[in-house]
């Protein structure tokens, strides 16, 4: 159980256009899901906080007009990077939450090459 | 301030020799501790929850024990498969945000 997917596993694009990166928990309902972004040999960097149906909490520093965050359901939650630049190349991760406080179950990943 | 410290940052073991990983954290109210295993360009895989002190959890050659203060992963006669980063995380209260400790990278030799 606790399974969640991440869509697609790998993705190149280029420069100027926006990407849309799918997260979906397979086998139970996500009150909460999460995006982080993992650079080499770091640990995982929150991004942002979506609940189903609501707008998505962003940290400090993340542009919330270029990491467009739609939990549509409390199954699915999207992540769009629109007008990628190289500098936003990186591994993306999602994970989903049952409840508050309780574990998070990760995606295996998204990398992102913007050329 | 909330944080979660993991020491060492990275360990070299022989197959077969036993050690520890440590998290230690500095959270009001702890509402559980968790610990994760992250191999390469994957996302991070669930191991333990831990809830109060004094609790134990195992599973295969790794068991997790939490203290008031910190979390310690045991491993026992590791083998080269376990190689990985081992990453330790709390919950913070009253919201949805936790908090990740940096990781201990694991290196196991045959």
């Known amino acids: 159980g606790a399974v969640v997917s991440q869509h697609p596993s790998w993705v190149i694009c280029k420069s100027g256009t926006s990407v849309k990166i799918e997260c979906r928990s397979l086998d139970f309902q996500a009150t909460t899901m999460f995006w982080y972004r993992q650079f080499p040999k770091q640990s995982l960097m929150l991004m942002a906080t979506?609940?189903?149906?609501?707008?998505?909490?962003?940290e400090q520093g993340v542009e919330k007009d270029k990491f467009l965050i739609n939990h549509a359901s409390l199954t699915l939650s999207t992540l769009t990077v629109t007008s990628a630049h190289p500098e936003d190349s990186s591994f993306y991760i999602c994970?989903?939450?049952?409840?508050?406080?309780?574990?998070?179950?990760f995606g295996p990943g998204t990398r992102l090459t913007v050329t | 301030e909330d944080q979660v410290t993991q020491s060492p940052e990275a360990l070299r073991l022989q197959e077969g020799e036993s050690s520890s990983l440590n998290c230690s954290y500095t959270v009001s109210g702890l509402r559980g501790l968790f610990w994760y295993r992250q191999d390469p360009g994957k996302g991070p895989e669930f191991l333990f929850t831990l809830y109060s002190a004094g609790e134990e959890k195992e599973k295969e050659r790794l068991k997790a024990t939490l203290t008031k203060k910190e979390s310690f992963l045991h491993i026992t006669a590791p083998k080269p498969e376990d190689s990985a980063t081992y990453l330790c995380a709390v919950p913070l209260g009253g919201g949805f945000k936790t908090i990740f400790g940096a990781g201990t990278r694991l290196f196991v030799k045959a």
């Open positions: 979506s609940n189903e149906g609501s707008k998505a909490t962003y």
């Open positions: 994970s989903a939450s049952p409840g508050t406080g309780h574990e998070q179950y």
